[in-house]
């Protein structure tokens, strides 16, 4: 299933519900203009699986996965100007085990 964000609301304890419904499958959000600025999957309200996030000019910002609500595995953001900015490794429990980060002309300046 796909809904679009703004056909959805939270509860009490931030899940995600389309009416009375916890979300299962992937969510839309759309800027002003229509654009496809991010998709977040969940399972049972919560974030689970695919996360992306995109600048209005369909430049990639965000990418990454979840698994029920914990950032795992690779995470990657980019500039603006479409260079890598950040790339984070979280292990099973969403705690970060490597960090690595570039300014916008790609020099490292973080290596954790």
């Known amino acids: 299933m796909r809904i679009e964000y703004e056909d959805t609301h939270r509860d009490e304890d931030a899940r995600l519900h389309c009416g009375?419904?916890?979300v299962t499958g992937e969510v839309v959000t759309r800027d002003r203009e229509g654009r496809?600025?991010?998709l977040i999957s969940y399972?049972?309200?919560v974030p689970s699986g695919p996360h992306?996030?995109?600048y209005p000019d369909g430049t990639k910002k965000k990418e990454g996965q979840t698994r029920w609500g914990l950032a795992v595995g690779d995470w990657r953001k980019w500039?603006?100007?479409g260079r890598l900015a950040e790339h984070t490794v979280f292990?099973?429990?969403g705690m970060p085990?490597?960090?690595q980060a570039w300014d916008k002309d790609g020099n490292?300046?973080?290596d954790d």
Request: no cysteine.
């Open 108 to 110: 490292l300046t973080e």
């Open 36 to 38: 496809i600025i991010a």
């Open 79 to 81: 500039h603006s100007n």
């Open 43 to 45: 399972v049972e309200g």
């Open 20 to 22: 009375d419904e916890l």
């Open 97 to 99: 085990v490597r960090s």
């Open 52 to 54: 992306i996030r995109w």
């Open 91 to 93: 292990n099973n429990e």
